[in-house]
């Protein structure tokens, strides 16, 4: 190289390298540029800029000024120079997401999945960053992980597009779901493995696995079945319980896992004393029925805690709102003894000032009031506000009953009862239209005014319409009609059946009745109900009818006035109408009419069902219906539209509906009788299909029952009872409730009417 072209080359070099040197100078700046932009505006820019103009920029300053503009998340480069005055920003922006596609994604569904990238910052539309995408991946992994496929593997491919775009393609092979194969424990020597693995949620492959997903290794879950092994212990005596060590393995195929607990026992401590000290501000016999503890006994944590749960419920429940109620225990460790101390701190004594109201803009005031069992000026009870709130509850007029208890302003022993509740509406217009095997298609429309005039009274009128029946009904019920709770109802309804269309024996009946009905509180959630009702019955048998049909007639005649008095007690205490857990629900109801009706007969009922959680998937219902009727004076017979009916999908599956029971001769129609035994034993599970387990419901039941007939002296023979087995399901789909059985009968005998697919279904619109 000459020595012109040398001199030429420093000339450039020191032209190029002249902004970065003089950027490097302190300078007051007079405009800023900003270059490279494509999709950014520069009022973006300027806006993170922590430069304006005619502020001075030193020399150790321009880092900073770089660093602003990387945080952004816009730019994956960005450079600063000096021209003259001129701050020139050169930025290269980061390319925007076009699309975003995931594939292979069996176990979690696509529009969730997008849901949640969009929350940590990947979208359509926003800007790409690869370090977000990494984030992504890893949080991706760890939800597969929580469903127990270890053997994910997961693919993220970026397809630079036009315009400094990209788009983003997520590739996801799940793999197989990794299995628990066994669950150890070691160091047990009290009691079985077992018994404490009869404690955990998590187990190892069975039968129902596919459904409960109990195979499933989840920390959270093992977290919680260490707990409830603890407390196992805790409960049982074992004071100084220790789990020392706990080790999950997988096999190298990522399908089989292996959980191993290690614990000490200790030894068993029992309790040599109770004592109540502090503040004691109710009698102290008050107390000993709280305290589930008994001198000598194991020592127990759940019933040392539940004692003190009790003590401070009880002092609530006297105006003690802010009670606070310690369990302390003293150990003596060479006796191996525990002494029990509960110091009771009741704090002040809490009054209702006022009782207020919001939201019931229909509503009047006194339907709320008069369901409140915490009244004004009173103590404040924990017990009596939830009381009133679950009354306010079913009275059904809200969907959404609220309640408040904040403190009153500069005072320490005064609370307000706040409540709020959302109104549902009042009218009530409705058509519905079903099918059932025995009734054929059903229609139905009612007009019903629950909160008549927001006072709290129903009135109704209804019309259903089926192959076998016409029903006509107008009621009327004040559910106060005395201050203290009683209610009085009217009704008249008008009845027409034609037995013959639900495969019966063959005659028709026109029932009108006109009715009143008294209920009266016995606690708060029973109430026994007394009816009275004149009823006329026109009775027609059909021209093919059967012996004992037309022998009905002759012995007691075609219509008849009947006044009837009757009672009934209930108590419901499931915890869901439609797909109960827990709870049950009971009545018994008897029935007569009165000396000097043209048919003198009486009926008793008691039915009992009751649901009980085996766990969080399983419940086990067991249902008894009893009923039993008979006939004095001069009435022959039990009436036959009065006879009870078993078979069909309410009572016993598998057999046909109203079929099982005493025939009538020559057609061998059902007649029905007048003893009724149905037993049923049913196994509830959700459906295996996340999404719907709140609406479909599946069953594995054994029903028993029938009916018999006592005229003439004949004796019930239980032997006669039909069994069956078998599946059933119940959903709530969007048009209305769908409940379908397939029931084999066990114990089927010659004559019988057999059907093993039985459903009902109806809709309301």
């Not at 003190?308 to 009670?323: K, M, P, S, V």
């Not at 129609?669 to 299909?689: Q, T």
Request: net charge negative.
């Amino acid at each position: 190289m000459n020595l012109v072209t040398q001199s030429r080359f420093l000339l450039l070099l020191v032209i190029l390298l002249l902004p970065q040197l003089v950027l490097g100078e302190t300078f007051v700046v007079k405009d800023i540029r900003v270059d490279g932009l494509q999709r950014i505006s520069p009022g973006t820019v300027f806006n993170y800029l922590p430069v304006k103009i005619g502020q001075q920029i030193e020399s150790d300053e321009t880092g900073e000024i770089i660093r602003v503009l990387y945080k952004t998340g816009f730019f994956k480069d960005v450079k600063l120079e000096r021209q003259g005055d001129v701050l020139i920003v050169f930025v290269t922006e980061r390319p925007a997401i076009a699309k975003i596609e995931i594939e292979g994604n069996k176990s979690l569904e696509t529009e969730p999945l997008l849901l949640a990238l969009k929350d940590i910052g990947l979208a359509e539309g926003r800007v790409f960053n690869r370090s977000v995408l990494d984030k992504i991946e890893q949080e991706l992994q760890r939800q597969y992980f929580n469903l127990g496929k270890y053997a994910v593997k997961l693919s993220s491919t970026v397809t630079p597009l036009e315009r400094n775009r990209v788009a983003i393609n997520i590739d996801i092979s799940e793999g197989g779901t990794a299995r628990i194969k066994k669950i150890n424990i070691i160091g047990n020597s009290a009691f079985d493995e077992e018994d404490l693995l009869d404690e955990f949620s998590l187990n190892t492959t069975g039968f129902l696995s596919s459904f409960t997903k109990d195979d499933q290794y989840s920390r959270q879950k093992l977290s919680g079945d260490l707990e409830k092994l603890r407390s196992f212990y805790l409960d049982r005596g074992y004071i100084n319980f220790k789990i020392t060590s706990t080790q999950v393995s997988i096999t190298p195929d990522k399908k089989d896992i292996y959980v191993t607990v290690n614990i000490e026992e200790g030894d068993v401590y029992t309790i040599n004393d109770i004592l109540l000290t502090g503040d004691l501000v109710l009698p102290k016999e008050a107390f000993f029925p709280m305290i589930h503890l008994v001198r000598g006994e194991v020592f127990s944590r759940k019933q040392v805690i539940g004692s003190a749960e009790r003590i401070n419920t009880l002092l609530g429940n006297n105006g003690y709102a802010f009670a606070n109620v310690n369990s302390i225990p003293d150990i003596d460790e060479e006796k191996k003894q525990v002494a029990v101390t509960y110091f009771v701190d009741p704090g002040k004594r809490v009054y209702v000032r006022r009782i207020n109201m919001k939201g019931n803009s229909d509503t009047r005031d006194e339907v709320l009031r008069r369901e409140m069992r915490q009244l004004e000026s009173a103590w404040y009870s924990a017990e009596q506000v939830t009381r009133s709130r679950e009354r306010l509850q079913r009275l059904g007029f809200f969907d959404e009953v609220n309640v408040e208890t904040p403190a009153v302003p500069g005072s320490t022993d005064q609370v307000d009862v706040n409540l709020t509740v959302v109104e549902k509406p009042m009218g009530n217009l409705m058509a519905g239209i079903g099918f059932s095997q025995s009734d054929g298609f059903i229609f139905s429309t009612s007009l019903t005014q629950r909160n008549f005039l927001g006072t709290g009274k129903q009135v109704s009128l209804a019309f259903d319409n089926s192959d076998s029946s016409t029903h006509y009904r107008i009621g009327y019920v004040n559910p106060y009609y005395t201050v203290d709770g009683i209610s009085r109802g009217f009704n008249l309804s008008y009845q027409k059946t034609d037995f013959d269309e639900v495969d019966t024996a063959r005659y028709l009946t026109d029932t009108g009745v006109a009715g009143v009905v008294f209920g009266v509180p016995i606690t708060e959630t029973d109430r026994v109900n007394f009816t009275m009702d004149l009823m006329h019955t026109t009775y027609k048998p059909a021209d093919d009818a059967s012996t004992e049909v037309v022998a009905f007639e002759t012995e007691n005649g075609d219509t008849f006035l009947d006044f009837k008095l009757g009672t009934s007690w209930s108590r419901d205490s499931r915890d869901s109408s439609l797909m109960p857990t827990k709870g049950g629900m009971q009545s018994l109801s008897a029935s007569a009419t009165m000396p000097g009706s043209d048919l003198e007969y009486y009926k008793i009922a008691y039915r009992h069902k009751r649901y009980f959680p085996l766990n969080s998937a399983f419940t086990l219902a067991l249902n008894g219906d009893l009923a039993y009727g008979d006939v004095y004076g001069d009435t022959s017979q039990l009436p036959l539209w009065e006879n009870f009916f078993a078979g069909g999908i309410k009572t016993v599956r598998g057999y046909k509906d109203y079929s099982l029971g005493p025939r009538d001769t020559p057609n061998n129609d059902a007649l029905g009788g007048n003893v009724k035994v149905v037993g049923n034993a049913e196994l509830f599970f959700p459906a295996p299909f996340k999404l719907m387990e709140k609406t479909i419901r599946l069953g594995l039941f054994f029903d028993a029952g029938n009916v018999f007939s006592t005229n003439g002296g004949n004796d019930i023979d239980l032997g006669e009872l039909r069994y069956s087995a078998g599946a059933s399901a119940f959903w709530l789909s969007p048009m209305g409730a769908l409940g379908v059985s397939l029931g084999v009968p066990l114990n089927e005998k010659p004559g019988d009417e057999t059907e093993i697919f039985q459903f009902t279904f109806g809709t309301a619109f």
